[in-house]
């Protein structure tokens, strides 16, 4: 689990992870839902050599639905199967909170994070578009 010595860290990455999935979209306000995801025991960290190098979140159930996200590793520490292992780490921390399902977003641009939330046992449910009118 992130720690309170975490959160620094896990704003820089929530901050990453934001510029890479959204860099059209107008970043700002993570710094307190970071530190209540923090103390509320949301956040896992994966470390290798003890050093961090991925992070996922994950929500409490609400009917029965956990909600697994951000997922983020760092350029330097990807693929070596972290996002992986702590994707699998957050989904198993929902289902011991009692989630029955637990369901996450990802980009279908992406086959990287596709295959590997197939691999860990999640199936394609709908696809979805997002569309933003300008004036």
Same mark, same amino acid.
């Given at each position: ?6 959160? *620094?860290?896990?704003? %820089?990455?929530? *901050?990453?992870?934001?510029?890479? !999935? ?6 700002? #306000?993570?710094?307190?839902?970071? %530190?209540?995801? +923090?103390? !509320? ?8 050599? *003890?050093?961090? +190098?991925?992070? %996922? #979140?994950?929500?409490?159930? @609400? !009917?029965?639905? @956990?909600?697994? /996200?951000?997922? =983020?590793?760092?350029?330097? &520490?990807?693929?070596?199967? =972290?996002?992986?292992? $702590?994707?699998? &780490?957050?989904?198993? &921390?929902?289902?011991?909170?009692? &989630?029955?399902? $637990? +369901?996450?977003?990802?980009?279908? !641009?992406?086959?990287? @994070?596709?295959?590997? =939330?197939?691999?860990? /046992? =999640? ?13």
């Amino acid at each position: 689990m992130a720690t309170i010595d975490d959160t *620094g860290l896990v704003q %820089a990455w929530f *901050g990453a992870f934001h510029d890479e !999935a959204m860099p059209d979209r107008p970043a700002g #306000g993570t710094d307190e839902m970071v %530190a209540r995801r +923090v103390a !509320a025991g949301l956040l896992l960290l994966w470390e290798d050599g *003890g050093q961090p +190098v991925a992070l %996922a #979140g994950f929500s409490r159930p @609400s !009917a029965g639905v @956990s909600r697994i /996200g951000p997922v =983020y590793t760092p350029p330097d &520490a990807r693929r070596r199967g =972290y996002g992986t292992a $702590v994707t699998a &780490a957050a989904t198993r &921390a929902a289902l011991d909170l009692g &989630a029955a399902d $637990v +369901v996450l977003y990802t980009d279908l !641009a992406n086959p990287t @994070s596709n295959s590997i =939330y197939q691999r860990i /046992g =999640y199936r394609p449910d709908h696809d979805a578009e997002e569309r933003r009118f300008e004036p």
